[in-house]
Nanobody, 115 residues
Framework: QVQLVESGGGLVQAGGSLRLSCAAS????????MGWYRQAPGKQRELVAH???????NYADSVKGRFTISRDNAKNTVYLQMNSLKPEDTAVYYC?????????WGQGTQVTVSS
């Protein structure tokens, strides 16, 4: 089992920045990659950014150049730095980890961007 706890969401004006954190605990050695997903009201959950244990990253086209995913292996924590936020970035953001046959999700953190 892996437990994921997100923090850092909130309300910000368009053009502002937020940094999300996701702390992993439990069977962290089973994790091969982690990512951030988001789900806006009435929409499907979508991948925002993903990072492997080797440090390879990929991003949704909608956030490229604005968001950066990183990890601190010593703290078992993944971050999502979000800059130049837009109202369409408003969603619940979920941390995800996966490895082998298993995937785990955090409880989600709300990000609201006002225009």
């Amino acid at each position: 089992q892996v437990q994921l706890v997100e923090s850092g969401g909130g309300l910000v004006q368009a053009g502002g920045s937020l940094r999300l954190s996701c702390a992993a605990s439990g069977n962290i050695f089973s994790i091969s990659a982690m990512g951030w997903y988001r789900q806006a009201p009435g929409k499907q959950r979508e991948l925002v950014a993903h990072i492997t244990n080797g440090g390879s990253t990929n991003y949704a086209d909608s956030v490229k150049g604005r968001f950066t995913i990183s990890r601190d292996n010593a703290k078992n924590t993944v971050y999502l730095q979000m800059n130049s936020l837009k109202p369409e970035d408003t969603a619940v953001y979920y941390c995800n980890s996966h490895g082998g046959l298993y995937a785990y999700w955090g409880q989600g953190t709300q990000v609201t961007v006002s225009s």
